[in-house]
C-alpha cells in the first residue's frame, strides 16, 4: 500500500495518500466494500512489527496503539488468571 518513507512530498500529498490508502482497505461504505484481505494484512503488520505505510487500513501511530492496547488486554486477563488460580488454591491473591 503506501508507503510514506518512499514516496516524499508535501505534508498535504501525503494525507492525501493516507486517506485514499485506507479508504482502499476499509472501502467508502456505498460503492466499495472492506477488503477483504485487510484483517490479514492488518495481522502480518502487527506480527512483523511494521513502522512504515498503511497496512490493514491502519497508519504506523494507530497500529503501535493497538499494539499497546493488546498488551494491555493479555495483561489483564494474565493478572485475572492468576487470581482466580490463587483463590482455587485457597490463597490470597
Given amino acids: 500500500m503506501f508507503h510514506d518513507r518512499d514516496t516524499g512530498g ?3 500529498d501525503i494525507h492525501t495518500r493516507i486517506a485514499e490508502s485506507k479508504l482502499l482497505c476499509w472501502g467508502d461504505g456505498e460503492t466499495t ?7 490479514a494484512c492488518l ?3 502487527l506480527e512483523h512489527n511494521e ?11 494507530e497500529r503501535i496503539a493497538i499494539r ?3 498488551r494491555q488486554a493479555a495483561n489483564a486477563l494474565n493478572v485475572t488468571a492468576q ?5 482455587h488454591a485457597g490463597a490470597v491473591p
Fill in 10 to 12: 508535501s505534508e498535504k
Fill in 33 to 39: 466494500g472492506e477488503c477483504p484481505a485487510r484483517q
Fill in 43 to 45: 495481522d502480518y503488520a
Fill in 51 to 61: 513502522t512504515f505505510g498503511i497496512w490493514g487500513g491502519h497508519t504506523p501511530r
Fill in 68 to 70: 499497546r492496547d493488546m
Fill in 83 to 87: 487470581a482466580r488460580e490463587a483463590a
